[in-house]
Structure formats: C-alpha cells, structure tokens
C-alpha cells in the first residue's frame, strides 16, 4: 500500500474591507483586486449584486485631474492678466489727470486753540510756543 504524504499549505490572502453604497452590505474584496481595478479599471460586485469600481485607470484618473488644474490655472490666468489690464488702464488715466494741489495758503484749523489760520507753523510758533519743541 502507498503511503498519503500529508502536506500543509498556507495561503495569505488580504481583504479589503467595503461598504456597497447601494444596498449597505459589508463584504470583502481581495486587496490585490482592488489594486489591479485602480491601475487597470475594472469593476467588483457586492454579494447583492451591485458594481463597484473604477470606470478609468489610475493614470487616466490621474491625467483628466491634471487637465482639470491645468485649465483652471489658465482661467486664473486669463483672469489675473484681464485685471492687470483694468489696473493698467487706470493707471494711465490717473497718470494723465491734472494733480489739484491744495494752496499752502489756505485756511486750516489749529490743532490748539481751533482758529482758522493762514500759515499753521507761524501760527503755532508764535500763540502756542509751549508745543514747539527745541532742537538741542
């Protein structure tokens, strides 16, 4: 009679937890599935029969997202060199608008006494010579 030879096999398989967002059973995929799925695409199903997965590759994913933020950049962009246009044009109006100086002469309030004066620093000088200061 032949002998059985008992031999003793171990397999490590890591699952990955889900949730199935259409019926809410909990179950389990092998990681290495979900793995393939996301570079690859490809879809799973819950016990109840509903898909899950990833409709494009990682690097597809990857590439539509980078196109996304390329395109808003250049909107950014767009709007950033419109603006600077406005403030551009701005400039040039403010820069070609005649400047109204205030006359030196005109009457302004004394800080002091509240009168109305003509040449506030004489003013000053002379009724209030207690706020002048004295350089030493």
Not at 9 to 21: A, G, H, M, T
């Amino acid at each position: 009679m032949s002998e059985l030879k008992k031999i003793r096999v171990q397999v490590d398989i890591i699952l990955s937890v889900r949730r199935c967002e259409t019926c809410g059973t909990i179950f389990a995929v092998q990681s290495e599935i979900i793995e393939k799925y996301a570079d690859e695409g490809g879809f799973w199903s819950c016990p109840n029969g509903h898909q899950r997965g990833y409709a494009q590759a990682r690097k597809d994913r990857a590439e539509t997202k980078l196109a996304a933020q390329l395109e808003e950049a250049r909107k950014a962009a767009r709007i950033a060199e419109q603006q600077a246009a406005g403030l551009r044009a701005e400039n040039e109006r403010l820069k070609s608008t005649p400047v109204q100086r205030r006359s030196t002469r005109e009457p302004v309030e004394c800080p002091h006494c509240g009168r109305r004066v003509k040449g506030l620093v004489m003013h000053i000088r002379s009724a209030h010579p207690e706020c002048v200061e004295v350089a030493a």
